[in-house]
Nanobody, 124 residues
């Protein structure tokens, strides 16, 4: 299974972007427990921005609450991150990740898949 992130770009402060993360490959071979969006700014650690569980629950970093929304389209195997009211401090490389588990021969295996990053740059 692979994850492909897209939708980054350059936007002015106050603008919006929508990131997409599409899963492909043998998706049926795993159970995805949650999809997550992370970001990493230059010189900083990667931080969790948003999380969407398989049950539909969402969690957001305090810094993006009320501005970012994550959602999914199961038919398209795609998760989105709608980013509104963007600020220069939102500038970072954004990554999507999938927490998965798989049952084989009576044993559960868990893991995390990462998509490639997509650059988001917010100008002041």
């Amino acid at each position: 299974v692979q994850l492909q992130a897209s939708g980054g770009g350059l936007v002015q402060a106050g603008g919006s972007l929508r990131l997409s993360c599409t899963a492909s490959g043998s998706i049926s071979s795993i159970n995805i427990n949650a999809m997550e969006w992370y970001r990493q700014a230059p010189g900083k650690q990667r931080e969790l921005v948003a999380k969407l569980t398989s049950g539909g629950s969402t969690n957001y970093a305090d810094s993006v609450k009320g501005r970012f929304t994550t959602s999914r389209d199961n038919a398209k195997n795609t998760v989105y991150l709608q980013m509104n009211s963007l600020k220069p401090e939102d500038t970072a490389v954004y990554y999507c990740a999938a927490d998965w588990r798989s049952l084989r021969d009576g044993t559960w295996t868990v893991g995390r898949l990462w998509g490639q990053g997509t650059q988001v740059t917010v100008s002041s």
